[in-house]
């Protein structure tokens, strides 16, 4: 489902909003779990019933804005952990394969 000309809030709305719907189902905004043959998901996500923009206005700019600073929040955490872990590379002397082995064993 593609949603075309929406302002940032309702994006948001609607990111945030539907999950929780479907999650709750049982009639929640409007949203019912099962489907049937003439009722599918995308019928059922069209029938849901997503808060006035006006009334979570507010709540949706303090969420949006969060949001952002915890991204930027996560970024610097990664810049800073990487940082660190070159030093600690470079501390222990360790070469190039070395450390590429001790990356890949540490994403696993």
Do not use: C, H
């Given at each position: 489902?593609e949603?075309i000309?929406?302002?940032?809030?309702?994006?948001?709305?609607?990111?945030e909003f539907?999950?929780?719907?479907?999650?709750e189902?049982?009639?929640?905004?409007?949203?019912?779990?099962?489907a049937?043959?003439?009722?599918?998901?995308?019928?059922?996500?069209?029938?849901?019933t997503?808060?006035?923009q006006d009334?979570v206005s507010?709540?949706?700019?303090?969420?949006?804005?969060t949001?952002n600073?915890?991204?930027?929040?996560?970024?610097?955490?990664?810049?800073t952990?990487d940082?660190?872990?070159?030093?600690?590379?470079?501390?222990?002397?360790?070469?190039d394969?070395?450390v590429?082995?001790?990356?890949?064993?540490?994403e696993e």
């Amino acid at each position: 489902m593609e949603f075309i000309g929406l302002s940032e809030e309702m994006k948001a709305i609607i990111k945030e909003f539907v999950p929780v719907a479907v999650e709750e189902a049982g009639g929640f905004a409007n949203f019912r779990e099962t489907a049937t043959k003439t009722n599918s998901l995308i019928d059922r996500l069209k029938k849901t019933t997503l808060p006035a923009q006006d009334d979570v206005s507010d709540g949706i700019q303090r969420y949006l804005s969060t949001k952002n600073r915890a991204e930027n929040i996560q970024y610097q955490i990664e810049k800073t952990d990487d940082l660190i872990n070159r030093i600690v590379y470079a501390l222990y002397g360790f070469e190039d394969d070395e450390v590429e082995r001790i990356e890949s064993t540490l994403e696993e």
